[in-house]
């Protein structure tokens, strides 16, 4: 495990689990605005210009449309590509579980206050020494 994710130290980006998780929330937003694009355009069968027309600015209330629909999509939670991305990371160990973290966190804080020397984190397993 890395020194990063082992210590939650923050960089400029955050703690390496916010960094993660605010990546795959963006990668979702993207993959959900692109899905939600190719629905509208294609709804636009017939040569009728679509939803928005033909007209000046359609493109422009297009891009907001399929921005506003992916932005709801995305807020609502229920996708799920971003738990996805998280899980696969703790899966292969590249991710700190969060109950993992967790139980680090209370560890030290125990080791703190007993005098403990030093706390290891390896596939969700504690090791204290004194």
Known sequence: M????ATGTIDSGGSVRERA?????????????QLVSSLRET?????????FGD??????YADWFD???ADHLGASGQIGIKEVIIRDLERLGQLESRTTAQQVLA????ADHAGTIAIASRQ???????
């Open 67 to 69: 921005e506003r629909v």
């Open 43 to 51: 709804g636009s069968v017939g040569g009728e210009g679509g939803m």
């Open 107 to 110: 560890a030290r804080r125990a």
């Open 21 to 33: 998780e605010r990546t795959a929330a963006q990668f979702e937003a993207i993959l959900v605005r």
């Open 124 to 130: 969700g397993v504690l090791d204290v020494t004194r």
């Open 2 to 5: 890395n020194a990063i994710a």
């Open 55 to 60: 007209g000046a600015g359609a493109g422009t």
